[in-house]
């Protein structure tokens, strides 16, 4: 099973930025595409957006659309997130997961998960 890994949350202030990091210990077929999500607390897990490694392809959830960028690093079997103009309800516990499927915004269609890193955006 494809490990991921998880790094860059941490603190920053309304407006500031920050970029996660999500490392897979391989690329296989299970990790058709990737995805981030996010769990702020008492709320459902939400798609943020994802990639297909093999076009580009990318996704972003309408909150965050203009803020957060998704980009990948093939030779590193990384993806990062990218994300600037922060706002306190961007909070949450964020996690990376693959798919063998097409790119879905569907938690479900994910069966490789990250153990998360949390992103607190103070006002």
């Known amino acids: 099973q494809v490990q991921l890994v998880e790094s860059g949350g941490g603190l920053v202030q309304a407006g500031g930025f920050l970029r996660l990091s999500c490392a897979a210990s391989?690329?296989?077929?299970?990790?058709?595409?990737m995805a981030w999500f996010r769990q702020a607390p008492g709320k459902e897990r939400e798609f943020v957006g994802g990639?297909?490694?093999?076009?580009?392809?990318?996704r972003y959830a309408d909150a965050v659309k203009g803020r957060f960028t998704i980009s990948t690093d093939n030779a590193r079997n990384t993806v990062y997130l990218q994300m600037s103009s922060l706002k306190p309800e961007d909070t949450a516990v964020y996690y990376c997961?693959?798919?063998?499927?097409?790119?879905?915004?569907?938690?479900?269609?994910?069966?490789?998960w990250g153990q998360g890193t949390q992103v607190t955006v103070s006002s």
């Open positions: 391989a690329r296989t077929s299970s990790t058709y595409t």
């Open positions: 990639v297909t490694w093999s076009d580009g392809d990318t």
């Open positions: 997961a693959t798919s063998a499927l097409r790119l879905s915004t569907v938690r479900g269609m994910y069966r490789n």
